[in-house]
């Protein structure tokens, strides 16, 4: 069954009437809207979440530095050798 898409012209908005339109969408038009956006990251650039323990006073200066600055810092940061 193919999908519906709904169209109201600012005409008949004005007008206090409204008129629907049904436009019936191929597959193949659905599959492109499906693909309208940015592309997905590959799996090992995807965020994931955590918790993090910080003060107030480190939450509020992390948030004013920014996951920019954080993302720099942590790349920028060599790992301690054993």
């Given amino acids: 069954m193919p999908a519906l898409e709904v ?3 600012q005409k ?3 007008h206090r ?4 339109t ?3 969408m191929t597959k193949q038009e ?12 590959p799996e090992d650039q995807k965020a994931v979440t955590s918790s ?8 509020l200066k992390l948030r004013q530095l920014g996951m920019a600055w ?5 790349d920028k940061a060599k790992l301690p050798t054993e």
């Avoid at 659905?30 to 990251?41: D, N, S, V």
């Avoid at 910080?54 to 939450?59: E, S």
């Avoid at 954080?70 to 942590?74: F, S, T």
Wanted: glycine fraction near 2%.
């Fill in 52 to 59: 993090l323990r910080l003060t107030p006073a480190r939450w």
């Fill in 70 to 74: 954080l993302n720099r810092a942590i």
């Fill in 30 to 41: 659905m599959e492109e809207r499906a693909r309208i956006g940015r592309p997905p990251l």
């Fill in 12 to 14: 008949d908005l004005h």
């Fill in 17 to 20: 009437s409204l008129c629907v």
């Fill in 7 to 9: 169209k109201v012209t």
């Fill in 22 to 24: 049904f436009t019936a």
